[in-house]
């Protein structure tokens, strides 16, 4: 009995030195391992870790899909020169995401001078009906591991654990073989469609709607009956206290939307004025439907005029 439990302790290290190897072997048809099973977000950390690291970029973008598509860091730059712009928005962003990539990622490896976080309508984490959760606040990483744990933390099988179990592995490995490239792995595909500041280099759509306001700057009145949300103010929270002791500044921002919300632009600007952290109405930047290819997403003219002004206003 112990004999035969010894040899198939044997045999499943073997089998894991095996698939070990393996995957050393496939690691370059591979390419950078899926580390979350958000691809977007490990396609930017790779186009970041390609650049030469003269060029990264100083200020940083984040929020959801109406900052993905509506901030443009050509465009920026090109309206002022002096600016190097990241976009690290991704689809979903919420109050807590943004924290966490910026408290994870963005400041230890690449230490900006200014994040701008933009909100929507939907970034807001925890308003009163979800008062008894338990916030899970982004927490720094524990550099100090024991030898095991260093050396799965370190082995292909904990690397590419997530690529493993995606059926598009296989896909990789066949496009590699048809396109005789090495360079076929979701996370480099995902990173070839962005350029070097982060942005979809597909076209943006023209479609033009029909809503909107009229963009008339409007008088805000203090209400008490805004109230903001819990879950955001404990990720802010942990924010500011990250970034207490490092030089970077911290801007919130509203979005551009064809329709004028009024709680919505005091929420965000009372958080930011909550926190001592710079703010941006961007929600003044654009609100005719002609700059819009749906009620929350800018379209290429759009684009345009928002990255503009926003370069105005960084």
């Known amino acids: 009995m112990v004999k035969h439990a010894r040899i198939y302790g044997l045999g499943i290290v073997m089998g894991l030195l095996l698939f070990e190897v393996s ?8 390419g950078p391992p899926l580390t979350s099973w958000n691809t977007m977000q490990d396609a930017k950390l790779y186009k970041l870790e390609s650049l030469d690291p003269m060029t990264i970029p100083d200020i940083f973008v984040l929020g959801n899909s109406t900052a993905l598509i509506g901030v443009n860091p050509s465009v920026v730059s090109s309206a002022n020169p002096d600016l190097r712009v990241f976009n690290f928005a991704m689809n979903g962003s919420d109050s807590l995401s943004m924290v966490r990539l910026v408290t994870d990622e963005i400041i230890p490896k690449y230490k900006p001078k200014d994040l701008i976080l933009f909100f929507s309508q939907g970034s ?7 008062s008894n959760h338990i916030y899970e606040l982004a927490q720094p990483r ?15 099988l904990y690397r590419y654990r997530n690529m493993i179990r995606d059926p598009m592995v ?4 066949v496009r590699s073989v048809r396109f005789f490239s090495a360079n076929q792995g979701i996370v480099a595909r995902w990173a070839s469609d962005l350029d070097d500041s982060g942005y979809s280099l597909f076209e943006i759509s023209d479609t033009q709607i029909a809503e909107g306001w009229d963009g008339t700057p409007h008088q805000v009145v203090e209400s008490s009956e805004i109230v903001l949300p819990a879950g955001t103010i404990a990720d802010l929270e942990y924010l500011k206290s ?4 490092r030089n970077i500044s911290i801007t919130l921002a509203t979005v551009p939307t064809t329709s004028y919300d009024p709680t919505y632009r ?7 004025r909550l926190f001592g952290f710079r703010f941006i109405q961007g929600n003044d930047a654009a609100s005719l439907g002609e700059f819009f290819q749906d009620p929350v997403h800018l379209n290429s003219r759009g684009v345009e005029i928002f990255s503009k002004w926003l370069a105005d206003r960084i």
Do not use: H
């Open 23 to 30: 995957l050393r072997i496939l690691s370059p048809v591979l």
């Open 124 to 130: 807001f984490r925890g308003y009163p009906d979800f």
């Open 142 to 156: 524990n550099s100090q591991k024991n030898l095991v744990s260093k050396v799965i933390s370190e082995s292909n």
């Open 170 to 173: 296989l896909n990789s490995l």
């Open 242 to 245: 990250f970034v207490n002791s």
């Open 266 to 272: 005091l929420t965000v600007e009372r958080l930011a």
